[in-house]
């Protein structure tokens, strides 16, 4: 990808691989395994922090591939392929679509922060992560 004719994806490549990693870094850190019926402080900081993050790549990743579908550039389409496999892994079902998929997952971030927080999520601006690289 040349960053003369692609510099405007970038930062969203940047970000949507930090969320990637990110995500993986909680699933190796064994965030599944946490106990969601009654979790600790601890626990509970992990788990929101985690559905933070999730919701963030989501978001991120559904509006980079609606952009590079949309520019339909075969020089890209490697990095659509990726996002279908990371979807694929995270869950997407065989019926599903990307676009379904990523607002499927939002709405059960919402509700899983809902359930974690106690706070009303139906206004939730979705992006709370600090970007750090």
């Known amino acids: 990808m040349d960053n003369q004719d692609y510099g405007f994806l970038t930062e969203d490549l940047y970000k949507v691989e930090y969320l990637q990693q990110a995500i993986q870094t909680f699933i190796d850190n064994g965030v599944g395994l946490l106990n969601t019926v009654s979790p ?27 952009r590079l579908k949309l520019m339909k550039d075969d020089r890209l389409c490697g ?45 939730y601006e979705g992006i709370d992560v600090d970007f750090q690289w």
């Not at 929101?48 to 963030?56: E, P």
């Not at 996002?83 to 065989?94: E, F, H, K, N, W």
Request: glycine share 2%; aromatic share 10%; net charge negative.
């Open 40 to 66: 600790t402080k601890a626990e509970r900081e992990i788990m929101i922090n985690y559905f933070h993050h999730f919701y963030a790549l989501m978001e991120f990743q559904s509006i980079l591939y609606t």
């Open 79 to 123: 990095i659509t392929d990726a996002i279908l496999v990371i979807c694929d892994v995270l869950g997407r079902q065989p019926n599903e679509s990307i676009n379904e998929f990523h607002a499927n997952m939002k709405v059960e971030c919402k509700d899983a922060l809902s359930q974690l927080t106690g706070e009303n999520m139906d206004d």
